[in-house]
């Protein structure tokens, strides 16, 4: 980071940060007292519960079900008694189960077996996970200086994974370092993650281990050939925040679209399912170094962008606490927010670069996740490339972490092969022309940006206080953000959490927490 | 009137394409994309820009001439006539209606945009134009985002619906098709299609396809509620609905 | 102008200024003791000669011809003699010319007539010209506040006028200030000046009066349709550079192409008629309150932007000079430069910047007159775009007066009425969106821009001094601009230069000396 | 192979199109643009963008669907092979020529673009490659622009020219073709035409066009002073130049 430009006072920052402490802090004392079906699947697959029945149920899925209302004991012995029991391992018995074994008929072994299996599955799943992580470090050293910064994001979306690997080994070929697989229309609705390769989809792909697996590899193969780590992107919010995260560690993958409120408010998720959920699945993705994305830019699609400019600032604090309390480091934080003023605004490219220089300084170590320009996209393309060609002017110009490459096309379709090469081509030409702007320019003592970026912070504090006066849950249901109101007990999920019993035993959990040294109760 | 496109002298019918073929990269490739245009029926075709997109796909940016043209007094719109504002859809509704009409409205199927609706039925309204909900003689119900079909026509037989919009604006793959016909099928397939005026819009609809669909009428990118306000009432006179 | 940006040491600045005076004083003797044949036509056009005869030739080539070997004496007394002589009005002469009356056969009247006539003559034509200029000024007065800042210049270039008034109107309409007419290829080099309304060129339309009043008239009518004064612009650059001033400023054109050293640079034109021709225009477009228009952009369509860039403010500083000696005051010189740079230049933004903002701090008052990019323009449009984006950029946050707009078919083809349109939309967007943000920033010192101006400045000023040691006519001739050599006596048009005799006779001359106080042989 | 556009699927047909037609900003000219764009063979056509130009004239931004295709395997191009670079060339008119030969050059007519051959022939030559006065085995006279016809062959003949090189940069109205044509009509009523290698380029001449004018290749954009060379030196010894 370079110096200040905004000359914020640091004594507001700090404000905001403990407020955003104080507003967890009910919410964590909930978390901890409650697990979920998302929560107990995703255990399960640590633990090697995988693929389908006859009828596609996942494995995971159908434990869960068997567990039913002992769910608050964690679903994590009743597998493991099943593995001892049956003599099988994961692999075997997820066939066993398919073929319609209940595992919750079968007696206990004595707990003190169940524990040392844990132990070594723990262990199997730690090791998995490490060797990725120390994969990725050493190729993302290795292959370091053919990086953009930002670096370069870029979607696919065909619906189909195998059209999606052309188009995504393409996007890597033209530039981009980093690809996001988009997710069909309504997974996040799903209670369960689907499974196998699969061809179609509504303006995305399905998230499904096998997908990310092929992906993965399609992406290994076309990086070493241009000598780059090519990093992989896809989404774990919805009513499987956790599974589909320890599914992303397990194949690899480098960053997870994963906010702590997104499914409560644009999902229209239950919130206490969605809380619980998140801090797991954030566990997950910080001991398998992802970098995580949030959600800010969803915002600005429904409300004014000049306007409501602090809800992004407020909600960027709170992802930050919340990560924070799920033992995620400020390295893995792509806060997100986007460009979405008006174009017709005057000086309107003076507050958007305000906003991002300002979320720039105020997390100065955290990979900020730009957006670009979308609802005022239209279909006149010629001057979408403009905005485009001004928002990777501030993207630069305001050092962000990652730039996900605006579309000309993006009114009309989801990204012809062309439309993201011609997002590359932009953003590079850009990038290099203004390389060194940022340190050759000063900010104007009080002129439009510093006092726009003054008065959005105060706004913050503002609404955090409120926020925090309130709590958070009755914010919610308050419509206090993005203009919607989620009722405490509405939304879809709610059937799924189940407060933990006194004998709760989940040692992933447990094992994640003592790694990422969260302290409970804080 | 015979009319083709215009780029510097009239009737040169000069037009600009770009598209990507799926071949490498070379002296080939551009012949090809030349080729390619001048099948399409243009002339003094030239390829100004080309690049490699992967190994297998080029991209070309052409311009071209074409003698091709259309007559354009036989071209036939089908436009939705917007007459009244929110006074005169008010009015109208007093006078020829004598009683509030209900319209319910929701972005349906797996589609979860609702601004489009908010848009036409949100109190705020649109760009300084007032949504439904704030006509003193309409009682505006908007169902919100990813409303099934059979629930949505449940809604409306329960609310007693004049009106039913439904606004479409995801497209890929002609989901909007499927979903669209899906809808028109159940209502008729319950006897109510002629009870009720039935509206699609989205930024890809167009009233042609509307009516084709089945649909009364389609609005497309850029309708302000007043139009389909306007339409809605009319229709209802029309047909003698009271 | 705000506070200097760049922290130019105004001392260098004051230098340059007193070599380019101390380069063009061997010249300005040159030019007092010369006239040319497109001096003469021009003062012919004055006292109202024109028209054509049967084979198409103008009438004031035809008393130039005429009057051969006596051109030293000056055209008028001979012209204003057979109005007396004959008792016609010009236009009655003009027709006797054209079918065959030599007027220098022609026995002399009594001289005093001769001048009282000029004395009526130089009125008439006063008064034309002072009406033109009281007439814009009221217009410009009342329309001011629709203007654009920088105003916004579009070109028109079919060959055909009428189709020209097509697309100049449509362009006015969306959002041009200004509608340059192209000139047809070739036109600087024809040494007389095509007749009467003209639908055929190549890359441009013929520049002729009636043209001019065409597009004049149409002009102004859409302008008052709008509510905006359109400003028309012209070249008198080429063999005719005086006698197209003046038809501009007959017909009140507000604009026009006129540098002091284009012609002979890059149309290779004789250095000494050049020269001559140049000062008598700029003394009439002075007159005329018409804004020239310089070319030093075309130095960067053969030499390198980085390189030669000193060549550009070198050049700002010379025609500077010849028009201060032409009686031109700071605000009608649209002094020009252009982004020319290779855009893969790293940090060429950024050099574009400290160039366009080092112009409009050295020339506070001039509404400079800043090119698009041409030569790295390729067929790619997008690209082509993100240039002139990046481009009106760089134009609004510099101050600079005049914007020719970027076609993003500039490789292609003379722009399409579209292209023009997207042009216009895309200066709006930029213009309007970054409105103040050339406040609300500070250069760091001694940082990229700043250094670069100062090395370009250094780099002038070492030129000028070269220049100033060999003179400028040898500068020229020794390749020194522009890469080309230009040999004294070579080029064309030398044969139409004259030396004065002692009872050289011009009071139309005279007459604009006086009007513009410029002081002879200083 | 047969083949057509590709916007994300293989074979979908996606074309980006862009042009103004000569009628006023309407829904008729919308449906207009959406009718001219089907006659020119394409389906699910959908106006994205439309705007007025002037009172008389709209801009469409259109994205189209087409199944014309074209057979790849029959696309010829009659590439100029790119075989030699500068040092090849010198060696091959040493072995196969064994004298110096003598190329004059031009941006002949009213053209005054000298970029384009100045790239070709000077010295320093264009983007690190040299230019062909850099060649040791060739003798290269740049005339530089606005060069007549008339003039360049008298020239030629005065140096003895075995090959001559002509940019055309404006091609607005087809002016590049009619001044092509006059100068190699020209040179063929003088009886030099089998004398000489001659080659047209610029950024609008295609191979393909050249042959067609009777010239021996066309060099397009990006050529590089060894890509013309070769040609020159390969066709002076397949037709037994010495
Ligand atoms: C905002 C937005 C979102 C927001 C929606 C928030 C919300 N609460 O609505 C979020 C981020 C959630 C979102 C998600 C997705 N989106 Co989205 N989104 C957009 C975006 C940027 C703007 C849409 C918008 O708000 N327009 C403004 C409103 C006012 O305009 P409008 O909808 O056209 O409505 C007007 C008219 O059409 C008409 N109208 C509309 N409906 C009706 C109905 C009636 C009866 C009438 C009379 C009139 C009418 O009146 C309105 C006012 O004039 C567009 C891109 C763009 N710039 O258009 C993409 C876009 C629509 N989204 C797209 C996609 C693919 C998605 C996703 C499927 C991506 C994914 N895989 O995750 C998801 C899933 C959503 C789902 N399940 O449907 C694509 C659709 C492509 C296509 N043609 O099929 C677009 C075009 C982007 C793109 N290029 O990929 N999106
Ligand atoms: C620089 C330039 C000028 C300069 C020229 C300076 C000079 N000394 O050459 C100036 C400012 C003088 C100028 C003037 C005009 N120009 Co001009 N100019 C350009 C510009 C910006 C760049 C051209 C260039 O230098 N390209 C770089 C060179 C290296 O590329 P190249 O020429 O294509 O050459 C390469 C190949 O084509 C090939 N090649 C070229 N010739 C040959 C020959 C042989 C034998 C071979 C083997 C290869 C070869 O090899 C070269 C290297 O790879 C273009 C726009 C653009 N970006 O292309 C307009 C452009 C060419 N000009 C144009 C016009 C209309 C004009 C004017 C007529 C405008 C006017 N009315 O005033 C005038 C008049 C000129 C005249 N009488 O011809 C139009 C032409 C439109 C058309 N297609 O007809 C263009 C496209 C701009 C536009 N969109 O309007 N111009
Ligand atoms: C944080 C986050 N998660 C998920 C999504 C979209 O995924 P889905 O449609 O599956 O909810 C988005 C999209 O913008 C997002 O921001
Ligand atoms: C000062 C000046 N005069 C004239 C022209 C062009 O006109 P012509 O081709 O008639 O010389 C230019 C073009 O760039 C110019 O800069």
Redesign the pocket.
Known sequence: MTKSKLNLDTNKIAKARELSKQISAPVQEYIEKNTTVAIERTTLRMMGADGVDSNGVPIPNKVVDQIGDNLCYGATKYYINALLKKGLSPEELNIEIGNGLDITKLDFVDFSFIEDKAQELVEIFASKVKANVAFREEKVHKYKEKENSPLLYLIV?TGNIYEDVKQAQAAAKQGADIIAV?????QSLLDFVPYGPTTEGF??TYATQENFKIMRKALDETGDEIGKYIRLVNYCSGLCMPEIAVMGALERLDMMLNDSMYGIL?RDINMYRTFVDQKFSRMINSFAGIVINSGED?YL??SDAVEKAYTVTASQFINERFAYESGLPAKLMGLGHAFEMNPDIKNGFLLEMAQAQMASEIFPEAPLKYMPP??Y?TGDIFKGLAMNTLFNFIAKSTNQGILLLG?L??????PFMQDRFLGVANAKYVLNNIADFSDDIEYKKDGIMQTRAKVVLDETIEFLEEINKTNLFNAIEGKMFAEVSRPKNGGKGLEGVAEKAEDYYNPFYTYLENELNIVKGN | MMIRPYGDTLNDGAVQLSFTLPVAHCAKADEAAIIYTKKLGFKEVEVVHSNPLSDEFTFFVVYGKTDISIDYDKVVVEEVEKSLDFYGVNNFIKEHIERKIVVV?ACSG????????D??MNMKG?DQHYGLERYPMIEAYNLG?QIPNEELIKKAVELKADAI???Q????KEVHIQNLTEFIELLEAEGLRSKMVV??????IGNKLALELGYDAG??????PEN?ASFIVEKMHERGMK
């Open positions: 979306a988009i997710r069909t229309t309504g303006g995305g644009f969803n699609t429904t979308t609802k996209m579309m096309t993006e009114a009309i379709h989801t | 409205g797996t589609d979860a945009h609702t601004v489009g609706i848009a036409i649109f985002a919009l439904i606004s604006i995801v497209t890929q509206c699609a819009g989205g930024p890809r609005f497309g990118r850029g309708t302000y389909v």
